[in-house]
């Protein structure tokens, strides 16, 4: 039997995507998500991929989480930390609120789901951590200092930990998409979207979530054993980090 993979947010977009292609590829895949209990059951019923809900910005959700994951589908040997959210404001705008919920998702939402399952990792000698980051948390954003920040913060996580997890088989690496089609950034005005983002794309388009799933489906393999601790950039070109 395919290893068990999770993947947060795995119900939607780009989670979606990387869902359904780690299920392609051979995996045995759940998916969790927070929010949008029509659009989870509407998921599962194409799919057949199980679904499970809670917030990852709660350890103690998460801890239960991975649990009733395990309890079904076995220990948990590809995580895919996709789970995120955008509360965007200039930053004399920004809430407090605003500020702690992206941080509370988009960052600490990877201690959250990583810990209570990094300890088996390391007992069979095996895992792949693989999180969803984001160009804005190379380059910064107007308007994302909360984001960027958080996703900046991915960036760290993914490095330290790869230390950790290298003498246990453990590779835990990053991914960080340019702009790409999901609901995220179809809520940007057309406007916006055509005349400040398109145009500092060389290859032209947004991407298309299958092409950022294609990464985390080889981050996920055997093949990739030898890459830790890296950032793989899917961005068009927009942003080229040396």
Known sequence: MGRVALVSGGTRGIGAAVSIALKA?????????HGNDERASQFHEATGIPVFKWDV???DACVAGVAAVEKQLGPVEILVNNAGIARDNMFHRMTPQQWNEVIGTNLTGLFNMTHPIWPGMRERGFGRVISISSIN???GQLGQANYAAAKAGDLG?????ALEGASRNITVNAICPG????????????QVLEEKILPHIPVGRLGKPEEIARCVVFLAS?????????????NGGQYMAG
């Open 57 to 59: 910005s709660d350890y």
């Open 137 to 139: 948390g190379q380059k």
């Open 179 to 190: 702009y790409t089609e999901t609901d995220m950034v179809k809520a940007i005005p057309s």
């Open 157 to 161: 996580f993914t490095k330290a930990l």
């Open 222 to 234: 055997d093949d990739a054993g030898f890459i830790t601790g890296s950032t793989l950039t899917a």
């Open 25 to 33: 590829a051979g995996y045995r895949v759940a998916a969790s998500y």
